[in-house]
């Protein structure tokens, strides 16, 4: 089974900016479509970023134009770039498969936006 662990969380002031990463324990990211989600207290699981093995980028509406995923195959890492911060992006986020999850969870990294 495919562990993921991501990392790179924080509390960060409105408008900030952090990078969350997601390590694999296998090399996936050329193989399967993959994505971010996020979790905030009382709501549902939901996929903000994702990317395809061919590269190509599908964002939610809420973080258009300020995050960005990408990958890095070699190091079997999946990053989330995400600039202009708002509080409203408080929440766990986790990577995954997409659009289904096809691995169990990892932990999280909890992202905290407060001024």
């Known amino acids: 089974q495919v562990q993921l662990v991501e990392s790179g969380g924080g509390l960060v002031q409105p408008g900030g900016s952090l990078r969350l990463s997601c390590a694999a324990s296998?090399?996936?990211?050329?193989?399967?479509?993959m994505g971010w989600y996020r979790q905030a207290p009382g709501k549902q699981r939901e996929l903000v970023a994702a990317?395809?093995?061919?590269?190509?980028?599908n964002y939610a509406d809420s973080v258009k134009g300020r995050f960005t995923i990408s990958r890095d195959g070699a190091k079997k890492l999946l990053y989330l770039q995400m600039n202009s911060l708002k509080p409203e992006d408080t929440a766990v986020y986790y990577c995954?498969?997409?659009?289904?999850?096809?691995?169990?969870w990892g932990q999280g990294t909890q992202v905290t936006v407060s001024s």
């Open positions: 995954n498969t997409q659009p289904a999850r096809l691995f169990n």
């Open positions: 296998e090399n996936i990211f050329n193989i399967y479509n």
């Open positions: 990317l395809t093995n061919h590269k190509e980028t």
